[in-house]
């Protein structure tokens, strides 16, 4: 039987308030979809991944960033905030949460986790 080429539909992100013809923006809008492409596909069904840019000014050329991101999933949603001076940073440091949010699942238990020794010596009896 032949392979049926899959249908990729494109992953809903948005990213508000981030001004496009700055570099450094396009560089910071790139890394944010890329994360997002690498987190579907440990959790295909993304609802929504959506990166909230406030500027705030700090004399005239230094502006401070704080990004809100908000990732909806089926069963739960992900909020983070994070803040810096160069949004490419910023974004930077979005892409390592999210690859974080990859390597264990909220609902798996802690690997060190053991049982208490009151518990073990009771199921010995």
Do not use: C
């Amino acid at each position: 039987m032949g392979q049926t080429p899959e249908v990729s539909t494109p992953l809903p992100v948005y990213i508000v308030g981030l001004e496009g013809q700055d570099p450094e923006s396009s560089i910071a809008e790139t890394k944010f979809r890329k994360s997002i492409e690498s987190l579907s596909h440990v959790y295909p069904d993304i609802g929504e991944a959506r990166a909230t840019v406030r500027a705030f000014a700090k004399g005239k050329e230094r502006k401070h960033f704080e990004v809100h991101v908000l990732i909806r999933m089926p069963k739960h949603q992900v909020e983070f905030i994070e803040e810096g001076w160069s949004i490419e940073e910023v974004f930077e440091n979005i892409g390592s949460k999210i690859k974080r949010l990859m390597t264990k699942p909220r609902d798996s238990p802690s690997r060190r986790r053991f049982r208490p020794r009151s518990e073990t010596a009771a199921a010995m009896f």
